[in-house]
């Protein structure tokens, strides 16, 4: 059965620093994998996905992913946070087919001024 | 496009009480998941849904769960009776099926059992 790990709970940046969140997956191939954003009161908003081809993928909002195989690895990074980037984020993955989707507890991210 | 619509948006109940809750996909998706989202579980995925069939409700907790999608426009999640460990935020949420790349999101909602 496919998991998601977000190791941190919660985090807190400073504005314009850089952010990286951490996602570890469990799948028997490669599977495809997602980063969410939700901010509060609000559903769930794609902010990039991964399916094959180039390992780094770029998403909305200026953030990006890598895709790291031999890592079991898919880290959310944004080289500037700003403070509209507070929210909570979460790391999905899916076998892909009829888009089973299992989500990762999701980290809390906090930025301060 | 009016994006997935869940309602109603928060709903307070007594125990003992029948919940339902309502979605309506985006025209034209033919994949329909419910989720439930609390503190302590995170997101679980309830049930999805294909061309109106339930294909895996593996994630409902237990018989009084019941989900439907009558027509490829509108779902219904029910709880008979409703429990104080129910309360949760429950999304909806569709997508282009059977491989669908992207899921769009209700806003949920907020439910409290008293």
């Known amino acids: 059965a496919q998991s998601v790990t977000q190791p941190d709970i919660h985090i807190t940046v400073s504005e314009g620093a850089s952010l990286e969140l951490r996602c570890n997956y469990s799948y028997g191939a490669t599977p495809y994998l997602f980063w969410y954003v939700q901010s509060p009161g609000q559903g769930l908003q794609l902010l990039l996905k991964?399916?094959?081809?180039?390992?780094l993928v770029q998403g909305i909002k200026g953030f990006e992913a890598e895709f790291k195989r031999s890592q079991s690895s898919f880290n959310l990074r944004k080289p500037s946070v700003h403070w509209s980037d507070a929210a909570e984020y979460f790391c999905a993955v899916a076998p892909g087919g009829y888009q089973k989707v299992t989500f990762g507890t999701g980290t809390k991210l906090q930025v301060i001024p | 496009d009016a994006g997935v619509i869940q309602s109603p948006r928060h709903e307070v109940t007594e125990m003992g009480q029948e919940v339902t809750l309502r979605c309506k996909p985006i025209?034209?998706?033919?994949?329909l998941f419910w989720y439930r989202q609390t503190m302590m579980r995170g997101l679980e995925l309830l049930i999805y849904f294909n061309n109106n069939v339930p294909i895996d409700d593996s994630g409902m907790p237990e018989d009084r769960f019941s989900a439907k999608m009558p027509n490829a426009s509108f779902s219904t999640l029910k709880i008979q009776p409703s429990e104080p460990r129910d309360s949760a935020v429950y999304f909806c949420?569709?997508?282009?099926?059977?491989?669908?790349?992207?899921?769009?999101f209700g806003s949920g909602t907020q439910l409290s059992v008293l």
């Open positions: 025209s034209g998706h033919n994949s």
């Open positions: 991964y399916f094959s081809g180039d390992t």
């Open positions: 949420a569709s997508g282009t099926g059977p491989d669908s790349e992207k899921l769009f």
